[in-house]
């Protein structure tokens, strides 16, 4: 089946210029999640969405950034008046419905956006 | 908080030969455990991951990684390797309290395999 799909593949932006980057999850994946790779770094963690709410967003790096998940499926990363250090590679990834008690589910990831902001 | 250390940045093994990659953690209670592999251009590829019961868990590609609770270590292993085993390397850590889906991950460990 089709996996976690990411648009675009590279974005080149300007200073000051607001983005959006788009994922779309494996389809019946409830749990959806951002991440931000920089070069020779392992990703970090961004925002996380149980259905359409935000469950924790305690990673995201101020306020430029923001996220949605409307219909409880595709997200949308948005960055307002990017700068320079947020040119990474930003990940997403999707996992079956956690439920309670032991979270076990693998998170599967996307092929990721690279954004330069020149 | 959770951490994980991978204290090489590269690992150099000759083909046919045992390979592997160095992980370790830092959790409160019992951790969850994976390795991922990231090729040139591609996102992260799933390998294995340890949540509970036995130590040596088997995963992708003939992969394995022993869980060493006393050591805080989660060793990635495969006993011959392959040139097409070159790629970068990451282990992940998750904290296992209700509410946290977050993974945290290492820097990665660069493996080349020569021929």
């Known amino acids: 089946g089709a996996g976690v799909s990411q648009t675009p593949s590279n974005k080149v932006t300007e200073k000051g210029k607001y983005v959006e980057l788009r994922c779309d999850p494996i389809?019946?994946?409830?749990?959806l999640y951002w991440y931000r790779q920089s070069l020779g770094q392992g990703p970090e963690f961004l925002i996380y969405?149980?259905?359409?709410?935000?469950?924790?967003d305690s990673g995201l790096p101020n306020d430029r950034f923001f996220a949605v998940r409307p219909e409880g499926s595709v997200s949308t990363l948005k960055i307002q008046r990017t700068e320079r250090g947020d040119s990474a590679v930003y990940l997403c990834?999707?996992?079956?419905?956690?439920?309670?008690?032991?979270?076990?589910?693998?998170?599967?990831f996307g092929p990721g956006t690279r954004l330069t902001v020149l | 908080a959770q951490s994980v250390a991978q204290p090489e940045d590269q690992v150099n093994v000759a083909e046919g030969n045992p390979l592997t990659v160095k992980c370790t953690y830092s959790?409160?209670?019992?951790?969850?455990l994976f390795w991922y592999v990231q090729y040139p251009n591609r996102g992260l590829q799933f390998l294995l991951k340890?949540?509970?019961?036995?130590?040596l868990v088997k995963g992708s590609y003939g992969f394995e990684a022993e869980f060493n609770k006393s050591q805080t270590s989660f060793h990635l292993k495969k006993p011959s390797a392959l040139v097409s085993d070159s790629a970068l390397y990451f282990c992940?850590?998750?904290?296992?309290?209700?509410?946290?889906?977050?993974?945290?991950f290492g820097t990665g460990t660069r493996l080349t395999i020569i021929p």
């Open positions: 990834a999707s996992s079956a419905n956690p439920g309670l008690g032991v979270r076990t589910d693998t998170q599967y």
């Open positions: 389809s019946g994946h409830t749990a």
């Open positions: 969405f149980q259905g359409t709410g935000a469950a924790d």
């Open positions: 959790v409160s209670g019992n951790p969850y």
């Open positions: 340890y949540i509970t019961g036995d130590n």
């Open positions: 992940a850590v998750r904290a296992p309290f209700f509410g946290n889906e977050k993974l945290t």
